[in-house]
């Protein structure tokens, strides 16, 4: 059974993709960016409001499936530039406390609209 996961509290899609789908009591969330979900501005004015915009889109979708980081099984984040690696990774660290999920974090060329962070998810939810 698949549910499709949409909330407003979470930036509108830009493509044909949802913010999340769930299968199950698996969560899969796409590709989250730092788009303010009312204004549609891209926050990036430092690195950290960037990768709090970031983790505060993950968390409203999370939060529309019922879930929060605690569920987090597997992360995948995506950055401009490795050099943002340590920065990134001290705000993403906030979210969590311990039993942390799987993750890997690569450099890319290009991220949409020019960001310089992007992070998705999956969460399982015990049934």
């Not at 999370?62 to 920065?87: G, P, R, W």
């Amino acid at each position: 059974m698949k549910k499709i996961i949409n909330t407003p509290s979470a930036p509108a899609p830009i493509g044909p993709y949802s913010q999340a789908v769930l299968a199950g009591n698996t969560l899969y969330v796409s590709g989250q960016i730092a788009l303010h979900p009312v204004s549609g501005e891209i926050i990036d004015s430092t690195l950290a409001l960037e990768t709090k915009q970031v983790m505060a889109n993950l968390q409203a979708v999370l939060e529309a499936a019922a879930m929060d980081f605690s569920h987090v099984v597997k992360t995948s984040i995506f950055l401009s530039d490795m050099s943002y690696f340590a920065e990134v990774n001290e705000i993403y660290g906030q979210y969590f406390t311990g039993d942390y999920p799987a993750r890997e974090t690569v450099a890319v060329k290009t991220l949409p609209k020019n960001v310089n962070v992007e992070i998705s998810l999956i969460a399982v939810k015990a049934s």
